[in-house]
């Protein structure tokens, strides 16, 4: 029922930056964490950042200073934006959504856009 729709990804050289965009539709609970993992070729997918529906940010140790994470809730929408990319930051990233139930989260994926980073 929800589904995740990610854009903004794209080729760019070392030190530039981009935006990513995930908007959710769907019938969404309110008590929700959203964020950005990724995937680079023979890895396993990783955390990038995640914003709870309070305000609270974590991020990867690799992003910190240089990603922001931000969201629009009116929008169900969530963002990353990405500085001073480095090739390492080449990967396949994924939107997701997890509605905080007590004993029962639930996680959905969008389909990934693809970020490469050139030297």
């Known amino acids: 029922q929800v589904q995740l729709v990610e854009s903004g990804g794209g080729l760019v050289q070392a030190g530039g930056s981009l935006r990513l965009s995930c908007a959710a539709s769907?019938?969404?609970?309110?008590?929700?964490?959203m964020g950005w993992y990724r995937q680079a070729p023979g890895k396993q997918r990783d955390l990038v950042a995640v914003?709870?529906?309070?305000?609270?940010?974590d991020y990867a140790d690799s992003v910190k200073g240089r990603f922001t994470i931000s969201r629009d809730n009116a929008k169900n929408t969530v963002y990353l934006q990405m500085d001073r990319l480095k090739p390492e930051d080449t990967a396949v990233y994924y939107c997701?959504?997890?509605?905080?139930?007590?004993?029962?989260?639930?996680?959905?994926w969008g389909q990934g856009t693809q970020v490469t980073v050139a030297t």
């Open positions: 997701n959504l997890r509605e905080i139930w007590d004993l029962n989260n639930r996680d959905y």
């Open positions: 914003s709870s529906s309070g305000g609270t940010a």
């Open positions: 769907g019938s969404i609970f309110s008590i929700n964490r």
